[in-house]
């Protein structure tokens, strides 16, 4: 259910060519009949009529405008894939992020790895081991298991174990979206049924976890055979222009800025609280993101749009039903690119910041050309009608209105900042 977004500057009806012929043909017509006038005098002002009303102005200087808009867009590194979304980036007034990727870096580490007996790999306890394998054992498991990925959190663990793995020891993987990996290894004492991820997987595949206190940080849980063997903890680190950007977005008129992740409530909230975000939402499943920006949809007012910020291949739904879809271009996927509107290829989240501000200057010079080539048609035109314009007044109101309205357009591709 994508939301289409459409310009909604007034266009010319199909019906204004006919009606101004037939106003023209009125004027030519009429008053010599009624006054007994020269014919000569009023074909020539209906000819006059139809000079002004030539629509050039509008049917070129607006397009030209919305040109030169996505052209600055694009010099800042802003891919707009159309001029309508230009107006709807202008209106934003609610923009929501996903966390990892977008807020954050999307560079992980493995901060910590803690085993099922409570050991830490910082040599607390038991020194790094317990009834159920080592530190560097987990790893491997979990190594192993994400392979074939290629998620961030899935390379910060194969960096993590830091060895080779032999393929021949993976059986299958299936990836479980939103949740995790099943992986079947081939180990010593037999195949193993390994699961790695988050909470719901474990709760699927009736894994207990014993409490843990976790603020900060990506979990993830791992099972063997159906028993919980550890957890291990990954770091992430907010993008250094994020709190720029916000700022920014801020001094743009956004009123709603709000987080969205798969990580725990008490982790997101955490980050939000960090960044001085208006709402966090964590927990989520790419389909419980969908619904969480459906309800946003409706909380906002009717002219205003909601823009979403993401960068992974789970956004891809989100980034289609918002108003606005942004999507991280440098370190996205294809799909996210794909499914978005605007594409950020430098990755930096301040650039919502520009493009907002190039939207907003590109939908002000656009009023400016509608407002002054109506204005000064109908002026002439009366004077026309009126007999106290002659076919040069006409001329400059045709042709001269369209060079100074394509002169104003041409601004919308110079932005600074």
Known sequence: ??????????????????????????????????????WSIWVYRACSFLVVSCPCALVISVPLSFFGGLGAASKQGILM??????????????????????????????????????????????????DHGTKEELLKLAAYSEFHSNHPIALSVKE??????????????????????????????????????NEKLMAQQNVTIPKQDVKMGTTLHLAKDGSFMGTIIISDTIREDVPAALQGLRKEGVRNLVMLTGDKEEVGRAVAEKLGLDKSFGGLLPGD???????????????????????GINDA??????????????????????AAD???????????VDGIQIARKTMGIVKQNIIFAIGVKILVLILVAAGQ?????????????????????????????
């Not at 500057?9 to 006054?35: D, H, R, W």
């Not at 993987?173 to 949740?179: F, R, S, T």
């Not at 906002?300 to 993401?310: A, I, S, W």
């Not at 002659?390 to 002169?407: C, R």
Request: aromatic share 4%; proline share 5%.
């Open 342 to 352: 605007v594409v950020i290829m430098t990755d930096e989240p301040s650039k919502i």
């Open 289 to 311: 993101k969908v619904h969480k920006v459906e309800e946003l949809l409706a909380a906002k007012p009717e002219e205003k749009t909601l823009g979403f910020v993401g960068d």
């Open 389 to 417: 314009a002659s076919m040069w007044a006409a001329v400059f109101a045709d042709v001269g209105v369209s060079v100074l309205a394509i002169l104003n357009a041409i601004r919308a591709l110079n932005y600074r900042k």
């Open 160 to 197: 993590a174990y830091g060895k080779e793995v032999d393929q021949n020891l993976i059986e299958s993987v299936e990836e479980i979206a939103g949740h995790g990996i099943h992986a079947v290894l081939k180990l010593k004492d037999g195949p193993a049924d390994i699961y790695i991820g």
């Open 81 to 130: 894939k159309g001029s309508n979304y230009l107006e709807a980036v202008a209106n934003l007034d609610t923009v929501v992020f996903d966390k990892t990727g977008t807020l954050t870096t999307g560079k992980f580490q493995v901060a910590e790895v803690m085993l099922a007996g409570g050991s830490h790999n910082d040599g607390r306890q038991d020194q790094g081991a317990s």
């Open 1 to 38: 259910r994508r939301r289409r977004q459409r310009i909604s500057l007034p266009s010319l009806p199909g019906f204004t060519t006919p009606i101004v012929v037939g106003l023209a043909l009125l004027l030519a017509i009429v008053p010599p009949l009624l006054t007994g006038q020269p």
């Open 317 to 338: 739904p989100v980034l289609a039903r918002a108003d606005v879809g942004i999507a991280m271009g440098g370190i996205g996927s294809d799909a996210a690119v794909e």
